[in-house]
């Protein structure tokens, strides 16, 4: 990519036949994108058996004012490893944001916030993230494995996770239906 800031903010989606099934429909929110890589939380998809107070009896937290909401698959590295999508209205140890769109916090003190009513107004808990080494991620847009698409206000925090790629891509014009996992040669 000739910017490498240019996916921070914006949403990948797998296209059909991305031959990962870890990323069959994923929708991933891109929080950095350099020369040295790329991270991203996934979005699209909740872990079965796993919400939001048992992680944070896990942790030793009291829930307090925390709603019992899903965790999110945010990827398959560090698949134990904590994150906080959230929006730009908090900030704590540890936050980065991307672009002018969300933050990504990995540190208990957002967990605390959120069960103390002092939080983001706005969040998802994932665990794992989606992580790409040195020119990987631009390497797989070349083979066309992923679509960007634009993330509207609202989308990463609203609906159901299960949801969410079929309708990123009917906001980027796509039915996706009509999407094939089959690739043509020219």
Aim: net charge negative.
């Amino acid at each position: 990519m000739n910017d490498p800031r240019f996916l921070v903010g914006q949403l990948l989606l797998a296209m059909p036949g991305i031959g990962d099934p870890r990323f069959e429909q994923a929708v991933i929110a891109m929080c950095a994108h350099d020369e040295e890589g790329a991270l991203g939380i996934g979005i699209g998809a909740v872990l079965d058996g796993v919400s939001l107070h048992g992680l944070l009896a896990q942790l030793g937290i009291e829930a307090g004012a925390a709603p019992d909401v899903p965790v999110h698959y945010g990827g398959p590295v560090e698949p134990s490893r904590g994150f906080v999508l959230h929006s730009l209205d908090w900030a704590g140890e540890g936050t980065t944001q991307a672009a002018d769109k969300w933050a990504l916090t990995g540190t208990l003190d957002v967990l605390k916030a959120i069960a103390g009513g002092q939080g983001p107004s706005q969040w998802l808990v994932a665990l794992g993230y989606a992580g790409w080494g040195e020119g990987q991620l631009d390497e797989e847009m070349l083979r066309h494995g992923w679509h960007i698409a634009p993330a509207g206000d609202g989308f990463i925090y609203s609906g159901k996770a299960d949801t969410r790629w079929a309708r990123a891509f009917r906001a980027s014009g796509i039915d996706p239906r009509l999407l094939s996992n089959a690739s043509g040669h020219a």
